[in-house]
């Protein structure tokens, strides 16, 4: 009887010392950022904190829990660092120090990205099938964009009155990609103006943008059929500075009043400043820029208005290039989808599924 109690204490005492494991590892596929630390201690456990030593050796408490048996990630580190963790473990009356250490590894793929890399390979499969399908011959409908359409109606008052058109590019310098989006309508306008006979008048603020702006006009007018009815004196420098271009351009529709008037590309602070002197004239005002804290001062002062993205998708609107019609219906197709996806990551929120949100956390973090 004495034997079997000793070996029934003896056992109890191993299988305790035994359960006593701290643990620290890489987490795997991460970006280098976070250990795994892992735990089994006695059922007698009533507490554990877990702490990190910083490089004084200064230890610094970033976990406790009551489980004898469990894990935690300890996010936000250094890449290629090396951590040292202490556990501390507490039961009735005593006592249990556990030591660990790991260093953090980049891996070639973070799996927590893997939604984000599921959806960028659907929306440019979905790309290139469009551009692939303009290109023979197939055509796509692109809704109707006003400011656009308004560009006849104003060129056309401007020929009636016998007075130019004022095409601003934005005051952003030639790696805007509003600015690039603007000389893409730039060249329409130049066209039709061509046709019409009819004067356009383009202020640039940075010498790049001036050589991009003679160029496209003047292909606009090679285009028409009037090569000798191109100005070059008409596409103009004014001055780098902010204020002072915009006082330059509001002398110009003083003294000019131009009967059309076109903002298009990267705007700011004078946004509001050149609508309501163009207002002041009297001319037909088309407005189209990306930045959103200076659209409603182009809504209240401008006849149309391109909101946003529709300024990207003028150059495919009025070029109705296989290439760009493609693209332009890509994107949609990637914005249809994640429109499902929030419809759906919803509803399964509602079911209490979070699934869906953890597997494309990576595409919006």
């Known amino acids: 009887m004495r034997k079997c109690i000793l070996i029934i204490f003896f056992t109890v005492i191993i299988t305790v010392l035994m359960a006593n494991r701290f643990e620290a590892s890489d987490t795997a596929w991460d970006d280098g950022k976070s250990i795994d630390l892992n735990w089994e201690l006695s059922p007698l456990i009533e507490k554990v904190v877990i702490s990190r030593s910083d490089a004084e050796g200064n230890l610094k408490v970033i976990h406790s829990s009551e489980a004898s048996t469990s894990t935690y990630r300890d996010n936000e580190l250094e890449p290629n660092q090396k951590y040292h963790y202490q556990l501390q473990a507490f039961s009735k009356g005593d006592s249990l120090s556990l030591a660990a250490s790991a260093t953090t590894k980049q891996q070639w793929f973070y799996m927590g990205k893997l939604g984000f890399l599921i959806l960028l390979v659907m929306v440019c499969v979905a790309i290139i099938y469009y551009i692939q399908s303009a290109k023979h011959g197939k055509e796509y409908f692109i809704r109707r964009i006003a400011g656009l359409d308004s560009m006849e109606e104003a060129i056309g008052r401007a020929t009636e009155k016998g007075?130019?058109?004022?095409?601003?590019?934005?005051?952003?310098?030639?790696?805007?990609?509003?600015?690039?989006?603007?000389?893409?309508?730039?060249?329409?306008?130049?066209?039709?103006?061509?046709?019409?006979?009819?004067?356009?008048?383009?202020?640039?603020?940075?010498?790049?943008?001036?050589?991009?702006?003679?160029?496209?006009?003047?292909?606009?007018?090679?285009?028409?059929?009037?090569?000798?009815?191109?100005?070059?004196?008409?596409?103009?420098y004014l001055t780098d500075d902010q204020f002072g271009f915009v006082a330059g351009i509001d002398g110009i529709m003083m003294r000019e009043q131009p009967a059309a008037n076109f903002f298009m590309g990267s705007f700011y602070a004078e946004s509001l400043i050149l609508a309501e002197t163009g207002f002041a004239t009297g001319a037909i005002q088309t407005a189209g820029t990306a930045q959103a804290h200076q659209l409603p001062f182009f809504v209240v002062t401008?006849?149309?208005?391109?909101?946003?993205?529709?300024?990207?998708?003028?150059?495919?609107?009025?070029?109705?290039?296989?290439q760009q019609l493609g693209s332009l219906r890509g994107h949609d197709f990637g914005k249809v989808v994640f429109i499902i996806l929030i419809i759906v990551g919803v509803i399964l929120e509602i079911l209490g599924i979070s699934n869906l949100k953890e597997f494309i956390a990576g595409a919006i973090t």
């Open 302 to 322: 401008c006849d149309y208005t391109l909101i946003g993205e529709e300024l990207f998708a003028a150059s495919a609107y009025l070029s109705k290039d296989p």
């Open 163 to 236: 007075k130019p058109i004022l095409y601003v590019p934005g005051i952003s310098d030639l790696d805007d990609i509003q600015t690039i989006a603007s000389l893409t309508i730039l060249s329409h306008l130049a066209e039709r103006s061509a046709e019409y006979s009819t004067d356009i008048i383009v202020p640039c603020r940075f010498s790049m943008v001036l050589s991009a702006a003679r160029e496209v006009v003047r292909e606009a007018y090679l285009k028409a059929g009037k090569p000798d009815a191109y100005r070059e004196d008409n596409i103009f």
